[in-house]
């Protein structure tokens, strides 16, 4: 496969003034008629006419009104064309029913629906199929009126009839945010009336049967809409906005302009189908799609290596939103866990690539935790070292300067630059760079002046040998040993490999606090003992930087434990004894302070240490530590269960969410000493399924679960979202021995759809995050897992691919299970005709 390179980009060579898209939809024989006005782009010479095509039938092409025969190259046709404007016209055949891709226009339960970004439209059409193509669109929609009577497409609404409908954009965009939806849908409705008085109807079209679940994903449209206002000084600019539930869909959800497609798994919930994290997960994905309509579509990206600039940007717009929404601290300790649960691997193994990529295969393969996340904690890093006052003002410049582009990361870094003065090319080494730094801090202290030593140091990446210092917000704070703040919290700026700060005028020695609130995605490497880590568990005033404290003691505590068969931390298990009876404390925070590190985040500690990890030494450990915690808080865990119990209606707001958090944890810890009599009270008793949910977990953990999941089975047989619950949480909690039977065995239930991405992902997904079990010395999880990924990747290589990365960890492990994982890796790769996405992702991990 060929490889493409940020460093060759050109410019497409000719401006598309209009396109008009008609549709004859039928299930296996769509034909797509398009009418595009063309003028040479003056301002470049190379003029070669090439369009985007693949999996087209071409019925016929006419260069104003002139029947030609354009020639097929690799992905595509060129054609001769006039040297002045000119109308291109074609028509061709489209095959919906067998595009199991899920990428193009495919058919889901019966509805048409689209996915184009990153390059599903030349599947759809003829077309300069590139981000910086933008143009506006008139879409004509025909169909079978009978079995299709809802037609949608982006922009406005202009006429609709029997057996069809028109659809005009009045904003340019790319052809990555074309949509089309087609099929028997039900509207929930409502209406917004934006800042300046432009009233919006809104709709959530979903499946009859699914029209109760779209009240909560309509509040959290609203509430994303006002926020934009409100915060970024962003309104909306159409008369509507269209979501629609799609159940077979690759991702999360889309943004396409004004008609945003959604896994029907990020946008449908009610109290009893969706657990606190379904509703908290779809508000956030409700904001991230919305808030792309100006990061992302009236700025777009002008190639696919910068894109970056509009997920990074849009997930740290996201956060934000819901660390206002609900508890920031919360938030921030829920996005740094994901953070090293998923960016850190990729930055650390064979996946690992720059926020701004120079080069890729398939571009499919780039919408990482890299991107996205560590793309998002760039933007962060940003807004700490500029100031929140002159973060809002380059954003405004940004918005006012590109409204309507195509841009690049440069672009985004000048508006800071021209907003603060200040030189930026150090800072951007964040986007070129690949890797996570580690910053290590040494403290000096002299009777009166003291000094934090920071230094920082990146392990050499694919690709990358050589690193070079970058810009790192360091934010700390210093209390006294009443634990006082005598230092608020300020960010150093550490900029070269070695640095000294110093802090004036204590006469008593201070006790740092250090890369508080997580400023920067970092491994700190500091020499502290657990009496300071519990100092700071019991006093730090930076809430994140308390939770990292009784982080670090439970890692120490589980390392001590698996390598050298050491008891578990007394005083971790006392401080934090105190911390979850601190009724002052919030509910949802007691929570996570109750969760420790997970086996893989260990196995990639031990892996960092020099070590080779045992992910059944790792189990072992892990539930050790939890029984220990059973035990030392048997006392007041009864006592905890039931104050965190919520009287009155269902609300998935974050202060009762918070409450059931912190009484799940305290049940899977009482099931620990009560054998599951609880937990099955609470499973007869559920009234919504957080509560349903937690109880079925603990009572599987008891090895008590068989009727109960017999029992929820037959109450959801018929809801797919609540029976993918119940798939992964078998796979979830297997023990290791069992999970590769687990997961064969629900592989052969009547069920299990392979090309349903959420049902894959629910039993295959699920495996891989079953650590110990994936990694069980059989061999059998892996072995499963790459059958699965065999037979997944000739219908939807998309979904099989990003899999893939199940195995990218494999070197941290011993030679034994390293030889099984190549081999299934090895037998993965030499399959004919492997998708370009796998044999990308393959290829990299093996490397
Ligand atoms: N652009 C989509 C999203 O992040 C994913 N394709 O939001
Ligand atoms: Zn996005």
């Known amino acids: 496969p060929q490889t493409i390179y940020l460093k060759d980009y050109t410019p497409f060579g000719y401006i598309v003034e209009h396109v008009d898209l008609t549709f004859k939809l039928h299930p296996t024989a769509t034909r797509v008629l398009s009418k595009i006005r063309f003028t040479p782009d003056t301002s470049t010479s190379d003029k070669m006419f090439f369009l985007h095509g693949e999996q087209l039938k071409l019925i016929s092409a006419k260069i104003d009104g002139q029947e030609i025969s354009p020639s097929y190259v690799e992905g595509g046709l060129q054609a001769d064309v006039p040297d002045t404007a000119f109308t291109w016209e074609a028509e061709v055949e489209i095959n919906p029913e067998a595009n199991t891709a899920l990428e193009g226009l495919y058919m889901s339960n019966g509805m048409y629906c689209t996915q184009c970004e990153a390059e599903g439209f030349r599947k759809i059409t003829f077309y300069p199929d590139r981000p910086d193509v933008m143009s506006v669109f008139d879409v004509r929609i025909e169909a079978d009126a009978d079995n299709t009577p809802v037609m949608l497409s982006n922009g406005n609404g202009v006429s609709k009839g029997e057996g069809f409908a028109t659809w005009s954009d009045p904003w340019p965009k790319p052809a990555y945010l074309f949509a089309l939806v087609a099929g028997n849908l039900i509207a929930h409705t409502d209406q917004f ?65 004004g008609l945003n497609i959604f896994n029907s798994s990020c946008v449908l919930a009610s109290p009893e189908t969706a657990t606190d994290g ?23 990206c002008r190639d696919w290596f910068q894109l970056c600039l509009k997920e990074g940007l849009t997930v740290f717009r996201d956060a934000q939103f819901t ?26 193994g064979p996946l690992s690539h720059a926020v701004r990529p120079e080069s890729f295969q398939e571009i499919n393969n780039f919408y990482t935790a890299t991107i996205y996340e560590k793309g998002a904690e760039v933007i962060g890093m940003l807004k700490t070292l500029v100031g929140d006052a002159a973060y809002a003002k380059a954003l405004d410049l940004y918005f006012e300067r590109h409204d309507g582009q195509a841009c690049t990361i440069e672009d985004w870094i000048k508006a800071f630059e021209d907003t603060t003065g200040r030189d930026l090319t150090q800072f ?189 030494a790792i189990h072992t450990a892990s539930e050790a530590l939890r029984d220990a915690k059973a035990r030392a808080f048997a006392d007041m865990l009864p006592d905890l269960y039931a104050k965190n119990q919520v009287e009155g209606p269902f609300s ?166 390293q030889s099984l994982i190549k081999e299934q890796l090895e037998r993965i790769a030499t399959q004919s005709n492997l998708s370009r996405d796998t044999s990308e992702m393959v290829g990299r991990i093996l490397d």
């Open 323 to 348: 660390a206002d929404m609900r508890s920031e601290p919360v938030k921030r300790i829920d996005d740094v866990i994901a953070l090293r649960a998923r960016q850190f691997p990729e930055d650390q």
């Open 428 to 616: 951007k080494l964040w986007y070129s760079q690949s890797g996570t730094p580690e910053v290590t801090v040494r403290e000096e202290y002299n009777g009166e002046t003291f000094t934090l030593h920071l230094s920082q140091k990146s392990a050499p990446t694919p690709g990358q040998d050589e690193k070079h210092p970058q810009v790192i917000p360091v934010a700390i704070g210093l209390l006294n040993t009443d634990g006082e703040e005598v230092q608020p919290t300020m960010a150093l700026e550490l900029n070269k490999a070695e640095q000294s700060f110093s802090f004036e005028g204590h006469t008593t020695r201070p006790i740092a606090s250090v890369l508080r609130g997580f400023s920067a995605p970092v491994i700190l490497k500091q020499d502290i003992d657990n009496t300071r880590r519990a100092f700071l568990l019991a006093h730090d005033t930076d809430p994140f930087n308390r939770w990292e404290a009784g982080r670090d003691l439970a890692r120490d505590s589980l390392l001590g434990a698996i390598l050298e068969g050491a008891p578990h931390n007394a005083a971790y298990l006392d401080g934090l004894k105190a911390l979850l009876c601190d009724e002052t404390l919030d509910p949802a925070y007691r929570a996570l302070m109750l969760g420790q590190p997970s086996q893989s985040e260990l196995a990639g500690v031990i892996h960092k240490m020099g070590q080779i990890p045992d992910p059944a």
């Open 652 to 817: 998935p707001e974050a202060g009762p969410a918070g409450k059931r958090s912190l009484a799940n944890a305290a049940l899977a810890l009482v099931t620990r000493l009560d054998g599951g009599a609880t937990a099955s009270q609470q499973y007869a008793h559920a009234d919504n399924m957080t509560l349903q949910l937690a109880a079925l977990s603990a009572l599987i953990d008891a090895g008590k679960g068989a009727s109960a999941l017999q029992a929820f089975y037959d109450q959801w047989q018929s809801d797919r979202l609540v029976m993918d619950k119940w798939f992964s949480l078998q796979v979830m909690h297997a023990k290791p021995a069992d999970s590769a039977t687990v997961a064969r065995t629900l592989t052969q239930h009547a069920d299990f759809e392979m090309k349903n991405p959420n049902r894959f992902r629910s039993v295959m997904g699920i495996l891989a995050m079953n650590h110990a079990g994936f990694h069980h010395q059989s061999g059998a999880a892996y072995a499963l897992l790459a059958d699965w990924l065999i037979k997944l990747d000739p219908v939807n290589p998309q979904t099989t691919a990003r899999m893939c990365s199940a195995f990218q960890t494999w070197k941290r492990y011993d030679a034994h299970r």
């Open 193 to 257: 009336t934006t800042k300046s008085g432009t009233e919006v109807d809104l709709a959530i079209w979903v499946r009859p049967g699914d029209e109760g679940k779209c009240a909560f994903g309509m509040e959290a449209l609203k509430k994303s809409m006002t926020w934009d206002e409100e915060v970024y000084g962003r309104e909306y600019d159409l008369d509507e906005f269209n979501i629609v539930a799609v159940d077979d869909f690759n991702m999360g959800a889309m943004e396409n302009k």
């Open 278 to 300: 379904n509703f908290e997960r779809i508000e956030a994905i409700i904001a991230h799609e919305y808030f792309h309509n100006w990061t992302g579509n009236r700025i777009t």
